[in-house]
C-alpha cells in the first residue's frame, strides 16, 4: 500500500485543484457547496466543481471501476459504508490531524474516510396533501398513506440503510437486533409509492411523504413553502443520530494533496461550522470537541423534538452488508 500519511502541501493541493469531480455531494448537501467556496477561499484556489448524484454502494462501486482513470475526488458516503470502502480498498492511508478527536468507528482504521456531520432519520410531509399527518414510523404502515410514502433501499444507500436502523430501534431492537425493525418494515414496504420521491414529486404530492435526514427535511420543506406549498419536518419519536462521512479517492494519486486538504478543511473549526448553519450536527460538535455560537443553530429544529432520539450503541457493529442482506433476504423476499 502507497504511504500517503503525509499532511497535505496547500501550493501542491493548489496546482492540482482546477477541476473538483465529486460524487454525492452536490452544492446543496449540507451545505457542501459553502464549504467549497469558503475552503477556495481559504488557500486562494479556483476550480470547477462537477458532482453526479449516487448511492454510498455505487460509489465505492464506480471508484474502483474507474481506478485505471479515477474521476471522482472524493464522495460523501454513510457512514455505516466506511468500513466497506476500506475492505474494497478504494481509500488511502490518510488521516487529518483533527480525526485524533473521533472516536473508533467514525473514522477508517487505516485512513480514508471520516465522519462529518450527524443527521437524523425523519420525514417530511406535503401537508396539502396529507390532512392526517404521521408521526412515527409506526404511522406510516396505515392504510391511509399507502402508495404516498418515498420508497427507500437499504442495500445500495447510506440514508435508507440508517433509517432501516432507526425502525429497528424504534421497534424495541438495536445494531446486534435487526429482527423487531424487519417486521416494522414489512408493514411499511407495501406503503411505498412507484414514483421517485424528490423535490418535484414532495411538491406535486405525487410522493408527498418522502424518508430524508433531517436537514434535508427542513432544507426540502422549505422549497416547496417558497413555491406556496405547506409541509411540515416529523422526527418520528425514536430515532437515531446517523453520521454522514466523507472518503477520498485513493487513485487520485495526482491529485491526493487536493483531496486531503479538504478532508482536514471540513474537520476544521470553520468547515464545522458551515454544516451547521445548514442544519446538520457536525460530528466535533456531536462528540464534545467543538462549541458552536447560537446563530449557527438557528436552522436546527428545537431540541425537545429529538428527545426519544438514540444514540448507536456501537456503530463497528453496524454492517452495512448485513443491513443490506437483511432487507434484501427478510424484508423484500420475506
Known amino acids: 500500500m502507497e504511504d500517503w500519511t503525509k499532511e497535505p502541501d496547500p501550493a501542491r493541493a493548489k496546482a492540482q485543484l482546477t477541476e473538483f469531480i465529486t460524487y454525492g455531494m452536490p452544492d446543496d448537501w449540507a451545505n457542501y457547496g459553502e464549504v467549497r467556496q469558503k475552503f ?20 465505492i462501486t464506480k471508484f474502483d471501476a474507474e481506478k485505471n482513470n479515477p474521476k471522482a475526488l472524493m464522495a460523501d458516503i454513510g457512514m455505516l459504508y466506511g468500513p466497506l470502502a476500506e475492505k474494497r480498498g478504494v481509500v ?5 490531524p483533527k480525526a485524533s478527536v473521533l472516536p473508533a468507528g467514525f473514522k477508517a482504521a487505516n485512513g480514508g474516510w471520516i465522519a462529518t456531520f450527524v443527521g437524523v432519520p425523519a420525514f417530511v410531509v406535503n401537508t396539502d396533501v396529507v390532512k392526517n399527518v404521521p408521526q412515527t414510523w409506526a404511522d406510516l404502515a396505515k392504510p391511509e398513506y399507502q402508495g404516498k410514502v418515498g420508497a427507500i433501499d437499504p442495500v445500495k444507500s447510506g440514508t435508507a440503510a440508517t433509517s432501516f436502523l432507526s425502525w429497528v430501534y424504534a421497534s424495541g431492537g438495536d445494531e446486534t437486533n435487526l429482527a423487531p425493525g424487519v417486521e416494522l418494515a414489512k408493514k411499511i414496504l407495501p406503503q411505498f409509492a412507484t414514483t421517485e420521491g424528490n423535490a418535484q414529486t414532495l411538491e406535486k404530492g405525487e410522493v408527498p411523504i418522502q424518508i430524508k435526514y433531517d436537514y434535508n427535511c427542513n432544507a426540502a420543506a422549505a422549497k416547496v413553502k417558497e413555491k406556496g406549498v405547506n409541509a411540515e419536518v416529523i422526527i418520528p419519536g425514536v430515532s437515531i443520530y446517523a453520521p454522514s462521512a466523507l472518503m477520498i479517492n485513493k487513485y487520485q494519486t495526482e491529485r491526493m494533496d487536493a483531496a486531503k486538504l479538504f478532508m482536514d478543511y471540513v474537520l476544521s473549526d470553520e468547515g464545522q461550522e458551515v454544516f451547521a448553519k445548514f442544519g446538520a450536527r457536525p460530528i466535533r460538535y456531536v462528540v464534545g470537541d467543538l462549541k458552536l455560537p ?22 463497528s457493529k453496524v454492517d452495512s452488508e448485513t443491513i443490506g442482506n437483511t432487507w434484501k433476504e427478510q424484508v423484500v423476499g420475506g
Not at 488511502?92 to 487529518?96: A, D, E, H, R, T
Not at 436552522?299 to 425537545?304: E, I, K, M, S
Open 40 to 59: 477556495a477561499k481559504r488557500y486562494g484556489l479556483e476550480f470547477q466543481h462537477q458532482d453526479t448524484d449516487m448511492s454510498s454502494l455505487e460509489e
Open 92 to 96: 488511502p492511508n490518510y488521516l487529518p
Open 294 to 315: 447560537d446563530s449557527a443553530k438557528a436552522n436546527w429544529l428545537p431540541d425537545a423534538k429529538y428527545a426519544q432520539v438514540k444514540q448507536v450503541k456501537d456503530w
